[in-house]
């Protein structure tokens, strides 16, 4: 093994899911060198490794695509509203062979460590393939949701049958026919799967520890006409998506809650019902800001689920009483509820009954032993800093990422950190992030650091690194906004609430994806306000 480095390139990125996809081809246009390092043998991150049944987008397939060509734009023909994994990977690979990206991504290959050497102002980067590569600027496009959770449950080593992450799906697939199988986990993935897994499994036992709220995809295929339509428009509709709150082109109703009439409020639901999905805690501006505004949806979304779910007694299990609708993400449905009617399907309340141990054989709750072949964690992620976590990342002093945000992450614009000088971040916490679609935040970040680079060519500089007081500031900023809103009142992994031990803070930026974006944009145009821009020797 070599301790010298045996490549030098201007950006190293790590990761190749949309984020550092763009990166890639964005650095390579300015006539940078580029070296990009992916854990995955392939490209695509999320829609790479989350092949579970029944995995799709919830922001509508025609948006949740990249809007910096045109040309992909026009060419790429959606054939869903809501895209299956399959298609959305397939997607990524086409614009990757397009783009002629591989040539210049490592594969099969993760990122361990990366020192900064304070004096040259140059990171090296250390892989577990042992090589080692240094550069000038490190972007960490690792995924916001790319370090999948497995709860420690006691003599889960013990079971003899099937195991199964849905973050680490087998690329096969899987039979459940004729098998008796449990789902540990009721987020977006557990609620995409289980009515698949219920039409193949003999039996299937759901393992609920919060009830979620889920709303109806309303899936269906795109005719031409819309096709024809939204690429005729695609560049208003995009206009309209940068704008926005949560980056795609829907308004919310013009009124607040309570100043629309009972019959307006309850049409503007309704609309937004049949729009389907995660739109639905957008309806009214106000309804994740005032509990009378929330209360309001969640009656009428109570109402639309009970009328699906035959046992009373089930739907009380079933129906979220803990937090107000859409403070954890709202998840996006094909016939869930109903799965739950099915004579094959059983609703354990881990709340009621808690999972005491797995053991050869299955699952021991409080009060039963559930037998099973197959056991399926739908246990979600160490969300937005988890992969982050995992890379050794030593700046100024010998200062360790990890034990700087031992507090929480800390931040300025979600873009980078005081003392890693250099280190941007991409789609991570400080920044709308997951709450915004996904593929427009990565470009938006991606052109915000590529004008970054440029501005410290054009001006001599060789370094951009946020000031402790800017960091100490946004982090402040991020919280009196999201003190302001019903957000805090759950036990999200927005909060950190699903990992034990992790701190318990907002890590996100909420308010709106179009302020941000302007928040990012005035910093930029004021000479990087907040940001020291320094030059190496
Ligand atoms: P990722 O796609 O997660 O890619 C990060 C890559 O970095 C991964 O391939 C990983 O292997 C690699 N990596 C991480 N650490 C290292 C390392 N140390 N060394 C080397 N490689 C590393 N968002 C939406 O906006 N709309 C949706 O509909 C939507 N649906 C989703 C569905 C699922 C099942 C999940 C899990 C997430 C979904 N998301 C959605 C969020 C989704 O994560 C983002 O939309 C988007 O795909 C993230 O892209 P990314 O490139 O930032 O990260
Ligand atoms: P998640 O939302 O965090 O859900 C994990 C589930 O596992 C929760 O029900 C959680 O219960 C449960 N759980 C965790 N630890 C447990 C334990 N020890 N015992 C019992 N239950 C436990 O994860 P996810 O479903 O993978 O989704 C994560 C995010 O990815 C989503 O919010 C979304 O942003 C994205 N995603 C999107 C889609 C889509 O529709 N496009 C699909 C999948 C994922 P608690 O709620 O009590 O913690």
Known sequence: MSSTPNTSVDVIVVGAGFAGLYALHKFRSQGLSVRVFEGAPDVGGTWYFNRYPGARCDVESV?????????????????????????????????????????????????????????????????????????????????????????????????RGEVYHTAHWPHAGVNFTGKRVAVIGTGSSGVQSIPIIADQAEQLYVFQRTPNYSVPAGNRPLTADEIADIKANYTQRRERSWRSGGGSPHVAHPKLTMEASPEERRAAFEKRWELGGVLFSKTFTDQMVSLEANDEARKF?????????????????????????????????????????????????????????????????????????????????????????????VGRGGQRLVEDWGDGPRTYLGLGTDGFPNLFLVSGPGAPAVLANMVLHAEAHVNWIADAITYLGDHGYSAIEPTADAVDGWIAECARRAEGTLFTKANSWYMGANVPGKPRTFMLFIGGFATYLDICNEVAAAGYKGFDLLKAP
């Open 301 to 393: 979304y109570e109402e639309k689920i009970r009328a699906v779910i035959d046992d009373p007694d089930l739907a009380d299990l079933l129906i979220p009483d803990d937090h107000p609708i859409g403070t954890k993400r709202i998840c996006t449905d094909s016939n869930y509820f109903q799965t739950f009617n099915r004579p094959n399907v059983t609703l354990i309340s881990v709340r009621n009954t808690p999972i005491e141990s797995i053991d050869d054989t299955g699952i021991n709750t409080s009060a039963a032993h559930f037998e099973i072949d197959a056991l399926v964690l739908a246990t979600g992620f160490d969300a937005l800093t988890g992969a982050l976590a995992k890379v050794d990342i």
């Open 63 to 159: 948006d949740y695509c990249y809007s910096f060509s045109d040309e992909l734009q026009q060419e790429w023909t959606w054939t869903e509203k809501y895209a299956t994994q399959t298609e959305i990977l397939a997607y990524i690979t086409w614009v990757a062979d397009k783009l002629d990206l591989r040539r210049d991504i490592t594969f099969d290959t993760r990122v361990t460590g990366a020192v900064l050497d304070e004096r040259t102002l140059r990171w090296t980067v250390t892989t577990d393939a042992q090589e080692t590569v240094e550069a000038r600027f490190l972007v960490m496009a690792t995924g916001p949701l790319s370090a999948a959770l497995t709860p420690d449950f006691k003599g889960l080593s013990n079971f």
